[in-house]
């Protein structure tokens, strides 16, 4: 394992196009991760988020997937914002959203409930901007409030969701601070 750690080179560059896609990979395992543990025994379990079957509830999980896209559209504009070409950035972030809505079409969303959707995403992505230029916190209740439904959530997953977005949003803005966003990649 240490020989593929050391192996490892992150790429110098990427195209919109391909950040768009390794971007849409990482909301889906982050989201696959989030989904799990509410069916586990974390701290993320203790509000119940599950349905009287035992399934996670549709309204949270569509909200789930809202904050991880936000978290990684911020950790992507964090890291680009200032030195790639503005562009290039809503490119990649265009593709993402699109990339994650077809994907709701081939499992299953009708294509009719994606403007309904995309709307709560706005909507989402402005208030939980504006949380998070308050404070971790407040963007962690932001967060819980939508994934709840309640102004009242236990300590523990308010803090669980909070260190959530820090995990996401933090590493990736690093990660992608050593790349170049280019037009087309350069062999």
């Not at 399934?55 to 569509?62: G, L, S, T």
């Not at 593709?95 to 809505?101: E, F, I, Q, R």
């Not at 309904?116 to 706005?122: G, Y």
């Amino acid at each position: 394992m240490t020989e593929d750690i050391q192996g490892f080179q992150a790429p110098q560059t990427i195209t919109p196009e391909g950040l768009a896609d390794d971007l849409t990979v990482l909301v889906w395992e982050s989201f696959t991760d989030f989904i799990s543990e509410w069916e586990g025994s974390s701290t993320l379990a203790e509000p119940s988020l599950l349905n009287d079957e035992g399934q996670p509830d549709q309204r949270a999980v569509e909200e789930a997937l809202i904050f991880l896209m936000w978290a990684h559209t911020r950790g992507a504009q964090q890291a680009f914002v200032g030195r790639a070409p503005a562009d290039l950035l809503k490119r990649a972030l265009d593709g993402l959203h699109d990339a994650v809505l077809e994907d709701m079409v081939d499992n299953g969303t009708p294509r009719a409930q994606l403007p309904h959707f995309e709307k709560r995403v706005s909507t989402r992505y402005a208030q939980y901007h504006a949380a998070a230029a308050v404070s971790d916190v407040a963007l962690g209740e932001a967060v819980v409030h939508h994934l709840t439904g309640s102004t009242e959530s236990p300590e523990p997953f308010t803090q669980a969701v909070t260190e959530r977005a820090v995990e996401v949003t933090g590493p990736l803005r690093d990660y992608l601070e050593d790349v170049q966003l280019v037009e087309v990649e350069v062999e």
